[in-house]
Each structure stands twice: as structure tokens, then as C-alpha cells.
């Protein structure tokens, strides 16, 4: 009897050991958070992480980093894990990041390669063509990269024909920003002083895209449309003159080793650029993923018109500081009469863009107010030596 006592006294401890533990086991459980759902974006570019656009190496911009791509990829992370729930319906997101060159870029993202690519709609071979004339060299205020983005991004929000080029393409726009003003930076011994000093260049100037290279021929001299990739080649071999850009490449692309002069014509250069999604991609994502994304976006242009002017102003002071001898002309201030005559002689490119085209007529209309609108509510700001700080 004592050894049946034993016995079901054992039992009755193993038991309750056990019934413990499992209350224990789904205590914790109860505890713990619910995994979330991760969702994994390929994002690609063609710049590099060291420049400030993607992330900034803190070597180069006297210690900041986490600007630009970095920024809005932490800020769209951060988001969707505070806005979804902390359980089994919530999610977050993380990035794979990578480098293509432009062409690839477009096509990559159309097939589903990236999710998300940072590129413009001037690597596209003609595809945004309505996208074309606004980036010509023309009469046009360009005071800086802030206002000529809030402008872009208004031309899409606004001018109907032009948004319609985008939704045609096959992707989701997330926005767009711009780069400019305009600025020929010249190496040794080729400064631009007057119109008649194109003419007179031995060796091309590099264009980035096709109206820049317009631009140069318009101006009398020889361009070389290449990836900055090439330019660089070009510049250790002394085979280019100089680059038509703005002010943030001799840091982010080194170019201070080659540049010794420039002349500021910021009615001659502007790029827009775009931040678009794979269409796919976007509509697989969950409603409250993309109410995120579109929060996240609809000030991001604002930011990197900011980020733009910051970073180009950083760069014409580093060419002060560091490259020495380096010399600016101001044109615009310094010899307003010359000036007037390089616009005047790129003035037929906006007239052959548009042609008989009532639809190039529109968008040029528009853009030339939304030009105005834009410089003057932010052609006056300024920078301070510190990069802005993202909104989110």
C-alpha cells in the first residue's frame, strides 16, 4: 500500500510539475510580442553610398552621414513598425541595396529585379518625353535645387499629361526631386570667361544627358554625353575640357583633382529625378504599408530640394577651400550682359522642343509658372553648414 502511495504520489508531483510549466511556458508566450512580417525591398541606384545623395561618407562631409537615400529608407522603416500593430498583423521592413548603371536601372525595375530604384526619367530613352523640355536650357529662374524641386514635383502633382507619362510607364512614382542649377567647371587652362571660349575648347565638355549636351552645342561648344563613370576616365586622360553640373561633384565624384575654374549659368542645367517603385511590388503591398510610403513621400521633396542646395553649396566651398587657385564667375551678377546672350542663344531649343506640339506648348507654359511660383517662395533660402534634417 505504502509503495501504491509512493507511486501515485509521484504521479501527482510529475503532473503538477508539468501543468507549471506549461502555465509558465504560456506566460511567457502571452509576454512576448508577435513576430511581425518582414517585408524585403531591393532598392538600386547608380550613386555611390559615399555621396551625400545615398548616405554620405562622414569623411567628406565633415562627419554627417545618414542623408539622403539612407534617410528616407530609415524613415520608411521607422514608420511602418509604429504604425502597425505589435502582433501578428504587423510588419517591417528591410532593404537590400545595390548599384546599377542607369539603363539598367529602368529596365531592372520594370521586370521586377528592384523593387525600388533612384534614377531619372532623362535615362529612359525617350520614354518621358513631356519630361524633356523642362530641363532644357531656357529662360528660367533656377535659383536653386529647392525650389526647382518643389517645381517638379509640382509639374507631376499638377499638369496632367505629364503624371499621365509616368502612370503609362509601368511604375509607382513614390517622387520626384531635381539637381541644378547649372555650372560648366573647367580644368586647368580652359576657364569660360565669354560665349566665344566654347568655341575656341580643344577638347568636348562633358554633358550628363541630352538637353545638357544640347546645351553645350547651343553655346558653341563640343559636348561628350557619358556616364560620370567614363568622365572620370576622361578626366585622368585630359581628353575633356571640363563638365556642365552642379557644384556637389568635385566632393562626391572627386572632380576637385581636376577642376580649377568655373562660371555659375543657372538657366542652363537641370535634372529631374525619381524615386519610383515596381508596380508589382506596390500592389502587393498591405493598404497600411502603402499609406506609409505615401505619407513618407509627399515631403520628401522638399527635403532633398534642401538636401540638393545644401550639398552643392558644399561643394563650390570645398573647391574654394581645397583646390587651389580655383576661380567662380558669377555670371549672372558679374556680367548680366553676357549672360543675356548665352540665354539668347540657347532660347531656339525650347521652340524646336515644342514644335507644333499643343501638348509640349502646355507643359512648358506650366512649368515656366511653376518656375516662377517656386523661386519665389524658396529661391531665397539658404543653407547653413550643417545638412537639414530629414522630416521624419
Known amino acids: 500500500m505504502k509503495k501504491v502511495f509512493l507511486i501515485l504520489l509521484a504521479v501527482v508531483l510529475a503532473l503538477s510539475v508539468g501543468l507549471i510549466g506549461c502555465a509558465g511556458q504560456q506566460e511567457e508566450e502571452e509576454e512576448e510580442p508577435g513576430d511581425r512580417q518582414v517585408i524585403t525591398l531591393d532598392f538600386c541606384t547608380f550613386w555611390g553610398p559615399g555621396d551625400f545623395q545615398y548616405k554620405g561618407d562622414p569623411d567628406l562631409y565633415d562627419g554627417y552621414t545618414d542623408m539622403g537615400f ?4 530609415k ?3 521607422a514608420e511602418v513598425e509604429a504604425n502597425t500593430p505589435n502582433d501578428e498583423t504587423g510588419y517591417t521592413i528591410e532593404w537590400n541595396t545595390s548599384s546599377a548603371a542607369p539603363p539598367d536601372l529602368w529596365t531592372g525595375v520594370l521586370a521586377g529585379t528592384y523593387d525600388v530604384i533612384a534614377s531619372g526619367p532623362g535615362y529612359t530613352s525617350g520614354i518621358f518625353d513631356l519630361w524633356s523640355g523642362p530641363q532644357l536650357a531656357a529662360t528660367l529662374e533656377r535659383p536653386n535645387a529647392y ?5 517638379a514635383q509640382a509639374l507631376y502633382d499638377e499638369f496632367g499629361p505629364a503624371k499621365a507619362e509616368f502612370d503609362a510607364s509601368g511604375v509607382k ?3 520626384l526631386w531635381d539637381t541644378g542649377p547649372g555650372y560648366f567647371l573647367m580644368t586647368e587652362g580652359n576657364a569660360i570667361d565669354e560665349l566665344a571660349d566654347f568655341a575656341a575648347l580643344t577638347e568636348p565638355i562633358r554633358a550628363p544627358t541630352t538637353p545638357s549636351a544640347d546645351t553645350i552645342e547651343a553655346l558653341g561648344g563640343t559636348a561628350l554625353k557619358c556616364p560620370m563613370s567614363q568622365a572620370l576616365e576622361e578626366f585622368a586622360a585630359g581628353t575633356i575640357s571640363g563638365i556642365h553640373t552642379p557644384t556637389d561633384t568635385p566632393v562626391g565624384f ?3 583633382e581636376y577642376v580649377r575654374s568655373g562660371v555659375f549659368a543657372p538657366f542652363s542645367y537641370q535634372f529631374v529625378f525619381m524615386k519610383v517603385m515596381c508596380q508589382d511590388t506596390w500592389d502587393d503591398l498591405p493598404d497600411e504599408v502603402q499609406d506609409v510610403f505615401d505619407d513618407v513621400n509627399a515631403v520628401w521633396p522638399e527635403y532633398y530640394g534642401k538636401l540638393r ?4 553649396a558644399f561643394g563650390l566651398q570645398y573647391c574654394f577651400d581645397e583646390v587651389e587657385g580655383f576661380t567662380m564667375l558669377d555670371l549672372p551678377n558679374e556680367d548680366p550682359a553676357e549672360y543675356a546672350i548665352w540665354v539668347a542663344a540657347c532660347e531656339h531649343l525650347i521652340v524646336d522642343w515644342i514644335g507644333t506640339d499643343t501638348n509640349k506648348q502646355d507643359v512648358w507654359d506650366t512649368y515656366v509658372d511653376l518656375d516662377a511660383e517656386m523661386a519665389a517662395a524658396y529661391g531665397d533660402w539658404t543653407p547653413s553648414t550643417a545638412p537639414p534634417s530629414p522630416p521624419y
Do not use: N
Open 254 to 256: 572627386a572632380l576637385g
Open 173 to 175: 512614382v513614390m517622387h
Open 147 to 151: 525650389a526647382m524641386s518643389m517645381a
Open 70 to 73: 539612407t534617410a528616407w529608407m
Open 75 to 77: 524613415a520608411i522603416t
Open 309 to 312: 542646395t545644401w550639398g552643392e
